[in-house]
């Protein structure tokens, strides 16, 4: 294979683990951060100006970033997947026509909450310091 060949393949993978990436964030059982993670090893190959982009996306960044550097998932990232998972579970639960699939639905929210919540939370803020250009006077 050539390389713009191979670097066009990867860019489409890359483009397809995006959007399941995307789909996922809302979405209880599709995982968000393992398709944004493969998302950033296929961009990674196929162009780095995409690479760059992803890792420094102000939403999805955040994901691999975390991961990354096993921070662990802010409050307000918690919150966030919190609520997606509630809000599509109590649809899937409200369409649900037998009493087993609700049931099954709450086993899986159950669940994924749980994990979230014992998942570790990362800082709002930076735990470094700057350092001090001032020089001291003697």
């Known amino acids: 294979m050539t390389g713009t060949f191979k670097a066009k393949l990867y860019l ?6 995006v959007v399941l990436g995307i789909i996922g964030i809302p979405t209880p059982l599709l995982p968000t951060t393992p398709f944004l993670l493969l998302a950033a090893f296929c961009f990674a190959r196929g162009s780095q100006r995409w690479h760059d982009w992803l890792v420094n996306h102000h939403i999805l960044g955040a994901y691999i970033t975390a991961f990354r550097d096993q921070k662990g998932l802010t409050v307000k990232q918690k919150w966030r997947v919190a609520a997606s998972i509630i809000i599509s579970l109590a649809m899937t639960g409200w369409f649900a026509p037998r009493i087993e699939g609700r049931l099954g639905v709450i086993v899986i929210g159950t669940f994924w909450l749980t994990w979230l919540y014992r998942y570790r939370t990362a800082p709002d803020t930076p735990t470094t310091t700057p350092i001090s250009t001032a020089t001291e006077k003697s």
């Open 12 to 17: 489409i993978a890359g483009w397809i683990s």
